[in-house]
């Protein structure tokens, strides 16, 4: 028990710090709510155990980064977020990919030079739900 209580813990604590480079990517947790000027209308959804949403979001050239923001905020669900850019799959990430486990996983996606302009698309996976669970998605 106190080696499974553990490797939680470092699981989580690595979470914290994860940074995916796939396609030079960098994602990162975001620590602060910030709400820029514009950003893309809220979602609000459902989701049940074994069920796919999909959004999109068409990118300008010259963007620096993009914060994505899927927030369901009951923990015993289990939700993923997987992000796919013009040129890579980003993801999926988890409840604790932002550094806390909270029911909601709250992340920047940056690169040197600029992302990838184009359609984005983002993949909401019910992992494990009890019934059915309403979420928020936002991406800015």
Same mark, same amino acid.
């Given at each position: 028990?106190?080696?499974?209580?553990?490797?939680?813990?470092?699981?989580?604590?690595?979470?914290?710090? +994860? /940074?995916?480079?796939?396609?030079?990517?960098? /994602?990162? =947790?975001?620590?602060?709510? @910030?709400? =820029?000027? !514009?950003?893309?209308?809220?979602? !609000?959804?459902?989701? #049940?155990?074994?069920?796919?949403?999909?959004?999109?979001?068409?990118?300008?050239?010259?963007?620096?980064?993009? #914060?994505?923001?899927?927030?369901?905020?009951?923990?015993?669900?289990?939700?993923?977020?997987?992000?796919?850019?013009?040129?890579?799959?980003?993801? =999926? @990430?988890?409840?604790?990919?932002?550094?806390?486990? +909270?029911?909601?996983?709250?992340? #920047?996606?940056?690169?040197?030079?600029?992302?990838? =302009?184009?359609?984005? +698309?983002?993949?909401?996976?019910?992992?494990?739900?009890?019934?059915?669970?309403?979420?928020?998605? /936002?991406?800015?």
């Amino acid at each position: 028990m106190a080696i499974l209580v553990c490797a939680l813990v470092l699981i989580s604590g690595v979470s914290a710090l +994860n /940074v995916d480079k796939s396609a030079g990517y960098s /994602v990162t =947790p975001t620590g602060n709510l @910030y709400l =820029p000027a !514009v950003m893309s209308p809220m979602t !609000v959804g459902t989701i #049940t155990t074994g069920q796919t949403n999909w959004y999109s979001l068409v990118i300008p050239a010259g963007k620096s980064s993009l #914060t994505m923001d899927l927030n369901w905020g009951y923990i015993p669900d289990s939700l993923s977020l997987t992000a796919i850019a013009p040129d890579g799959t980003l993801g =999926p @990430y988890y409840d604790a990919a932002d550094g806390v486990t +909270n029911g909601r996983i709250f992340l #920047t996606i940056s690169r040197a030079g600029g992302i990838a =302009p184009g359609t984005w +698309n983002f993949k909401v996976y019910g992992v494990s739900v009890l019934g059915t669970q309403s979420y928020n998605f /936002v991406t800015y």
